[in-house]
């Protein structure tokens, strides 16, 4: 007996090479998002999920101060919202105090140490930020991580194409199982096997994906206009 089917690791498998191929190549794999960090006191290096792809920044909840919950901090919108509002309804000289105290703010981040320093090694996913902690602060990191598997294949546009891309690869997997033997012993002298029809419609159909991609057919958001 010759088995010239796929078993159910080799549709896992084309499954898997499909997803991998979208996150390589596609935008519309990856999402911005924020996620909170609690940094501890005299500890510099931390290991992120490996979902994470990058980190944009680091952005702490206040700014002239190191613990969130002293409440020396000054949020310039609601200062705004009372003085233009509530305070000094009617009169001038709103939006210039909201100004002088956005200024204020920005100062006290540079005096301060708003910003943090930071390494990401996409590889480790191991973030090192350049500075000793000497309390417990809560940051907020912007990241750009890996859509889950549920979400990709069930975006109305990600779906078809991962799905079309692993018929293609099971079709390919198919083609070389099949392409071991000319033709198989039957009944009434034998059957030919279609390895060549299977090889050449799988790439067909790879090449025409891999060009769709090209188009943001899955729904990436394009490279905008680029002069040069």
């Known amino acids: 007996m010759v088995d010239v089917e796929l078993d159910p690791e080799h549709y896992e498998l084309a499954i898997r090479k499909a997803g991998e191929k979208y996150r390589q190549r596609a935008e519309n794999s990856v999402q911005e998002s924020f996620i909170s960090l609690v940094l501890q006191i005299d500890t510099t290096e931390y290991t992120l999920p490996d979902e994470i792809i990058d980190v944009k920044d ?52 540079r005096i301060f140490g708003e910003k943090l320093i930071f390494t990401w090694n996409t590889v480790t996913k191991k973030l090192f930020i350049g500075r000793r902690q000497k309390a417990e602060d809560t940051v907020y990191l912007h990241v750009y991580k890996y859509r889950t598997d549920e979400e990709l294949l069930t975006d109305p546009y990600s779906a078809p194409w991962i799905k079309e891309l692993a018929l293609a690869y099971a079709k390919l997997m198919l083609s070389e199982a099949r392409g071991k033997f000319g033709t198989i012993a039957g009944p009434q002298g034998g059957t030919s096997l279609n390895a060549d029809a299977l090889r050449s419609d799988a790439q067909a159909s790879i090449d025409k994906l891999e060009d769709e991609l090209k188009t943001y057919v899955d729904g990436s958001v394009g490279l905008g206009i680029i002069i040069g």
Not at 71 to 97: K, Q, V, W
């Open 58 to 109: 680091i952005y702490r909840r206040t700014g002239g101060h190191l613990n969130g919950s002293s409440g020396g901090d000054i949020e310039p919108f609601e200062t705004a919202y009372l003085n233009n509002f509530l305070l000094y309804s009617g009169m001038s000289g709103g939006m210039a105090t909201f100004d002088f105290l956005a200024q204020n703010r920005e100062t006290l981040s």
